[in-house]
Antibody
Framework: QLQLQESGPRLVKPSETLSLTCTVS??????????WGWIRQPPGKGLEWIGS???????YYNPSLRSRVSISLDTSKNQFSLKLYSVPAADTAVYYC??????????????WGQGTLVTVSS | EIVLTQSPGILSLSPGESATLSCRAS???????LAWYQQKPGQAPRLLMY???SRATGIPDRFSGRGSGTDFTLTISRLEPEDFAMYYC?????????FGQGTKVEIK
């Protein structure tokens, strides 16, 4: 059964870089069948897609975050990572990683990691 | 950019009743490009439906989805205590994934 686990610093200072890693077990990030994605949820608010990566290295970002986000794959460690640069306090959120399935032109997130709360504060 | 608007914001119902949740797209979308998720407090979202009307693995048949064009619905027939939660719709198009703002189904 595929499982995903987020890891990384829980506290980041304003203007610094938020870095998270998602470790995948029970499956391979090298699979050509799936994308891999990051989603965040500020406290008490809804879900926001951050970006996605495909095994060949192609990346796709939310236009609202594109200027300061980077997502990459590490196939040797079966992981994918998120970097969010120059973070303000508004980037405080629970960050989730998820596998993305696609079929007949549609696409959905399943399963999800448990999520990790990252707080941006000095 | 497609915007998804969910209504109502809060739905207050009793166990055993049926719930109808709406997800409206800002422009016509393919009905197969919509998914629904359930999220309980402190938990990650869980996939309920994909392709607008296909249930994910392990999802009971009291959950159903339908719709076309710009209007989509998730129906929960015979609400069970474990169904009281937040629900989000999600759309995919042109390498962009979008979520609605959510509907909370609460116990009346």
């Amino acid at each position: 059964q595929l499982q995903l686990q987020e890891s990384g610093p829980r506290l980041v200072k304003p203007s610094e870089t938020l870095s998270l890693t998602c470790t995948v077990s029970g499956g391979s990030v090298s699979s050509s069948t799936y994308y891999w994605g990051w989603i965040r949820q500020p406290p008490g608010k809804g879900l926001e897609w951050i970006g996605s990566v495909y095994y060949g290295g192609s990346t796709y970002y939310n236009p609202s975050l594109r200027s300061r986000v980077s997502i990459s794959l590490d196939t040797s460690k079966n992981q994918f990572s998120l970097k969010l640069y120059s973070v303000p306090a508004a980037d405080t959120a629970v960050y989730y990683c998820a596998r993305i399935s696609s079929s007949w032109g549609t696409s959905w997130f399943d399963p999800w990691g448990q999520g990790t709360l990252v707080t941006v504060s000095s | 950019e497609i915007v998804l608007t969910q209504s109502p914001g809060i739905l207050s119902l009793s166990p055993g009743e049926s719930a109808t949740l709406s997800c409206r797209a800002s422009q016509t979308v393919s009905s197969s490009y919509l998914a629904w998720y359930q999220q309980k407090p402190g938990q990650a979202p869980r996939l309920l439906m994909y392709g607008a009307s296909s249930r994910a693995t392990g999802i009971p048949d009291r959950f159903s989805g339908r719709g076309s064009g710009t209007d989509f619905t998730l129906t929960i027939s015979r609400l069970e205590p474990e169904d009281f939660a937040m629900y989000y719709c999600q759309h995919y198009d042109n390498s962009r994934w979008t979520f609605g703002q959510g509907t909370k189904v609460e116990i009346k």
